[in-house]
């Protein structure tokens, strides 16, 4: 069975700065999806970015972007110049694709930006 | 793409009750997943509903519970039944849209029973 760990139940960062959020993950499939969401106060969660693990190239999206470590299994997301509106629980997330989809979530890390 | 609407947002229930939730998604997918949040931790998926077929729950949860609803391919229903304070949670459906696409999410049900 897959799992996705977050070693870092919390973090803060100063605005502008930039942080790194951990993630893990097992499975033996060597064709899959991995994903970050935001969960902010409202509830809503909201697709960060996303890696196909056929790709080496790692992923980015204007501040945000990843280490994707395929051997090591990690898959750390970066990000940049930290607002105060990034504030909030993100969740790392695989999915192996085809047949019976199902998602795997890690246990999240929340994240605090300290003005 | 998909936009799932998720009613109510939020509501307080005396225990013994039931509360339906309802997910409108704006297009046709096969499978709809039902979660359970408690505050401050992961999701933890209940169970998974197809459209003409009973849904799948996980370990953990039953049909008596949390009977599920999935009359089309574009809404469904989870009823949380006999309501005890343990309940009180917030509870997101969720759709993947294509084999090969992101999940999308309902805006969350925020559940309390008093």
């Known amino acids: 069975a897959q799992t996705v760990t977050q070693s870092q139940p919390e973090m803060s960062v100063q605005e502008a700065e930039t942080v790194t959020l951990s993630c893990t993950y097992d499975t033996s499939e060597s064709d899959y999806y991995l994903f970050w969401y935001k969960q902010p106060p409202s509830r809503q969660m909201i697709l960060v970015i996303r890696q196909e693990a056929y790709k080496q190239q790692n992923a980015t999206e204007n501040r945000f972007s990843v280490n994707f470590q395929k051997a090591a299994k990690s898959f750390s997301l970066k990000i940049s110049d930290s607002q105060l509106g990034d504030a909030a629980m993100y969740f790392c997330?695989?999915?192996?694709?085809?047949?019976?989809?199902?998602?795997?979530f890690g246990t999240g890390t929340k994240l605090q930006v300290i003005p | 793409s998909a936009v799932i609407s998720q009613k109510p947002s939020r509501d307080i229930c005396q225990r013994g009750t039931s509360l339906t939730i309802q997910c409108q998604v704006d297009s046709q997918v096969t499978m709809m997943f039902w979660y359970r949040q408690q505050p401050g931790q992961s999701l933890t998926l209940i169970a998974t509903a197809n459209q003409g077929s009973e849904a799948t729950y996980e370990s953990g949860f039953v049909i008596d519970k949390f009977p599920i609803s999935r009359p089309n391919l574009t809404f469904s229903t989870l009823t949380v039944s006999n309501m005890s304070p343990e309940d009180s949670s917030i509870y997101l459906c969720?759709?993947?849209?294509?084999?090969?696409?992101?999940?999308?999410f309902g805006q969350g049900t925020r559940l309390t029973v008093v």
């Open positions: 969720s759709v993947l849209p294509g084999l090969n696409t992101e999940a999308f």
């Open positions: 997330a695989y999915i192996k694709p085809g047949g019976y989809q199902k998602v795997t």
